[in-house]
Structure formats: C-alpha cells, structure tokens
C-alpha cells in the first residue's frame, strides 16, 4: 500500500522555485520524523531536509540555505520549498518518515521505514 505520496515536481528554469509535498492518509505525521530525499542519476540517493516531530529541523549540504522543509497546518502534509535551483539539483526527490528521532549529523536512506516513490524535479539552464 502506498503511505507516502509526493507531489510538486516539475519542469524550472534555472534560478527558479518549487514547492514539494509529501502527503499521507495512512499514519500521523505528527509522530513521525519526515525527511527528503533525491537520487540524481546515476548517483547515490542523498539527504536533503528533515522535520522531527519535535519541531526540529535539519538539512543536508547539498542544499542548504535554498531549502525550507515545514510541516501543512492540517498535519498530514510535509513540505519542501526549494528556492534559487540549479540543474545539478535535477534529481527524483522522496519523501521518507521513520518514527524514530535522529539525533546523529548523519542521515541514511536505511534510517527511514517508510518511502514514497518520488517526484522528478528537472532544472533546466
């Protein structure tokens, strides 16, 4: 069954924005640690943004100081505005939920159980 859904890709321009969102009818993301995820092609997935039920917040160096990950007020939505792309940020972006709290600088695909199956994101010059 599908628990994560995203949401938001598409076609920019370099120097543009978009907004992503990762929905779900299946849990309470009030509970869950929630992250972002994209996978560039033919390189590994990355780490990106993540939003712990706590309210705290952390992100990759990938993107950082572009990005802002926030949770929607109906609590079901987690979202990932991206400011300021460049085609190197052309990648398939998931979005990732684990109930665990991550307190390690370290961030790994393995860490999160549940996935969804992404949306591309393409950046053009």
Not at 19 to 36: G, K, P, Q
Not at 49 to 67: C, H, L, V
Request: charged share 15%; glycine share 10%; with cysteine.
């Amino acid at each position: 069954q599908v628990v994560l859904v995203e949401s938001g890709g598409g076609l920019v321009q370099a120097g543009g924005s978009l907004r992503l969102s990762c929905a779900t009818s299946r849990i309470t993301f009030s509970a869950y640690t929630v992250a972002w995820f994209r996978r560039a092609p033919g390189k590994e997935r990355e780490f990106v943004a993540e939003s712990s039920p706590n309210g705290q917040t952390f992100y990759g160096d990938s993107m950082k100081g572009r990005i802002t990950i926030s949770r929607g007020n109906a609590k079901n939505t987690v979202y990932l505005q991206m400011y300021n792309l460049k085609p190197e940020d052309t990648a398939t972006y998931f979005c990732a939920a684990d109930s665990s709290i991550f307190v390690s600088s370290i961030r790994l695909p393995h860490q999160y159980n549940l996935w969804g199956q992404g949306t591309q994101v393409t950046v053009s010059e």
